[in-house]
């Protein structure tokens, strides 16, 4: 129970509580339209490469308007970005389901759906993720993050469940299940209503431009979250490319339906739902780096068998083994980056998290053109030896950092600030005035008392 309570504190918080089922059900209705955008392009056109230029049209608009979505999430109430935004892919979902539905969809409307989709994100993305910033106590931030990739993690297991029951099970065609997924949104809406309107941390007023550059110049300035940041960008640009290449694979080397990438899905948010119940826990204390590393070697090693896999049913079984590297990686990786980020930068440093995403996208029909030359399995084998590369230069980054003080005013120094209980005293303690164990305990205390100011707090790992 005691190891619940900690893995779950944040639910605790009730506003967070509602904010935390408010996200996690929009980002099914997302995760569903994203794992199906590449299913659809590849049923009208047999190329992997139009799988990947199908799912750019995010990458596009995440990767110019993030930065600003980070700025305006900064300066303004999270609240009423968060309810444009999610008003906003409501249109965008229902459109695009009946498109799908009604046989008039193309893959330049299907870009341009995917366009629409990743702008409102990029612009409505980093309020609601560093809105979790302000809804809960600062010693409670890396565990909300942590629940706030595992909301991400359940949504991954939804969308595509809900998805592949109604595909196989019911024959319900992509167009339906976009429609039918728009429906969350009646819950998503009425839930983010209810929630306060938080003030940024920081009020004053300056030009947006100032403003992004002061957010990408603390990113850079800071060695932690400098090598954060670059292994992030490697991470879920090599993580989801198999999002563009399962299509293909299942269809050319296993005779299976294109369809069928919702099973894939759906067993990477159940492997990852089942990581991110223990490493919410853990994200907070020393495990966390070693923790970063060894998950990042665990999506490696699960790409590759996947890669390998000879038949269709192992690759349903290793397929939890790539999931779960995957999402554990993602989960830690963006804990520590905003433990180690001060309030005022929570928008700006979150909306260069989420470019990372846009990158993924722009960089999908890469892995399609790859796929088309050498193969699907052999380009899913190259992603793997590029994950274990940039995971060894992740080590190295760790080692040069890992004694460097932690900024003063982030999540990060709060934990490692605060003192332990003394619990309660002693029933039948002596006089303070002549007890030398009392003395022993209290002088070292009250000597690093005026030392405090002055002394760089370890910190790292």
């Known amino acids: 129970m005691d190891r619940l309570s900690v893995t779950f504190a944040a639910l605790a918080v009730p506003n967070f509580r509602r904010q935390w089922i408010a996200s996690t059900l929009a980002t099914t209705a997302f995760m569903t339209t994203f794992v199906l955008v590449p299913i659809v392009a590849y049923q009208l056109t047999g190329s992997y490469a139009a799988s990947g230029f199908a799912a750019m049209g995010n990458g596009v608009g995440m ?109 319900v065609n992509a167009g339906g299940v976009y429609l039918g997924i728009s429906l969350v949104f009646l819950i998503v809406v009425p839930l983010n209503h209810l929630l306060p309107r938080t003030m940024p941390k920081v009020v004053e007023r300056r030009s947006p431009r100032r403003e992004l550059a002061d957010g990408f110049h603390y990113l850079r300035r800071n060695p932690r979250l400098r090598i954060l940041w670059i292994f992030w960008l490697v991470i879920v640009i090599c993580g989801f490319a198999i999002q563009t290449l399962m299509p293909g694979i299942l269809d050319q080397e296993f005779s299976r339906s294109s369809d069928e990438a919702v099973l894939i899905n759906a067993i990477f948010g159940i492997s990852a739902l089942a990581i991110n119940l223990p490493l919410a826990g853990l994200v907070g204390g020393r495990l966390a780096w070693p923790l970063l590393l060894g998950t990042a070697i665990l999506m490696a090693v699960g790409l590759w068998m996947v890669a390998w896999a000879p038949t269709y049913g192992l690759v349903l079984i290793l397929s939890a083994v790539a999931g779960a590297g995957r999402s554990g990686v993602m989960l830690v990786n963006q804990a520590i980056m905003m433990s180690n980020t001060k309030p005022e930068y929570f928008g700006r440093v979150m909306a260069y998290v989420l470019v990372a995403f846009g990158l993924q996208s722009i960089t999908a029909p890469g892995w399609g053109i790859i796929a088309d030359i050498i193969g699907g399995r052999e380009t899913l084998l190259l992603v793997g030896v590029i994950v274990v590369g940039a995971t060894a230069l992740m080590f190295l980054g760790w080692i040069s950092t890992r004694r460097l003080p932690l900024e003063v005013g982030t999540a990060a120094a709060t934990v490692a600030n605060a003192e332990p209980d003394p619990g309660p005293a002693p029933r039948t303690a002596p006089s303070p005035a002549y007890s030398p164990l009392f003395a022993a305990r209290v002088a070292p205390i009250v000597l690093m008392e005026g030392q405090k100011p002055r002394l760089a707090i370890p910190g790292g790992d």
């Open 63 to 171: 990767l110019f308007l993030t930065p600003l979505g980070g700025v305006v999430a900064d300066r303004f109430p999270k609240k009423p970005i968060v309810l444009i935004g999610q008003y906003s892919t409501l249109f965008v979902i229902a459109g695009t389901g009946v498109l799908i539905a009604t046989d008039l969809i193309t893959i330049p409307l299907l870009f341009t759906s995917t366009l629409l989709s990743g702008a409102t994100f990029a612009l409505t993305g980093p309020a609601r993720q560093s809105w979790v910033a302000e809804l809960v106590p600062g010693r409670l931030v890396p565990n909300a993050v942590a629940l706030q990739q595992m909301g991400i993690n359940i949504a991954q297991v939804l969308g595509p469940t809900l998805a592949s029951v109604a595909v196989v099970a019911f024959n």
